[in-house]
């Protein structure tokens, strides 16, 4: 079993940045595949950024160049970087996580951008 507790959501303007944060129940080395996901109003939730337990990481076309994901491992946390920031990036973020066994789902965190 992981759990996961997402942060740092809110309200910023276009072309701010913010920084999401996921901590897991369990050491991060254990998790194959960490990432990010989001969900907007009518829409179905994509996949944003993705991390493997080895460090290779993937981005959705959209956010690429703008969205930097990356793990803290001595604190078994993972952190989304988010630049320049779009309307069109409002959405509930949510972390994911994938073990061999199962995969995992935090609550997710609001992310509002608008003037």
């Known amino acids: 079993q992981v759990q996961l507790v997402e942060s740092g959501g809110g309200l910023v303007q276009p072309g701010g940045s913010l920084r999401l944060s996921c901590a897991t129940s369990?050491?991060?080395?254990?998790?194959?595949?960490m990432g990010w996901s989001r969900q907007a109003p009518g829409k179905q939730r994509e996949l944003v950024a993705t991390?493997?337990?080895?460090?290779?990481?993937n981005y959705a076309d959209s956010v690429r160049g703008r969205f930097t994901i990356s793990r803290d491992n001595a604190n078994n946390t993972v952190h989304l970087q988010m630049n320049s920031l779009k309307p069109e990036d409002t959405a509930v973020y949510y972390c994911?996580?994938?073990?061999?066994?199962?995969?995992?789902w935090g609550q997710g965190t609001q992310v509002t951008v608008s003037s």
């Open positions: 991390i493997t337990s080895g460090g290779s990481t």
């Open positions: 369990r050491s991060i080395f254990s998790i194959n595949v």
């Open positions: 994911n996580a994938r073990t061999l066994a199962a995969g995992y």
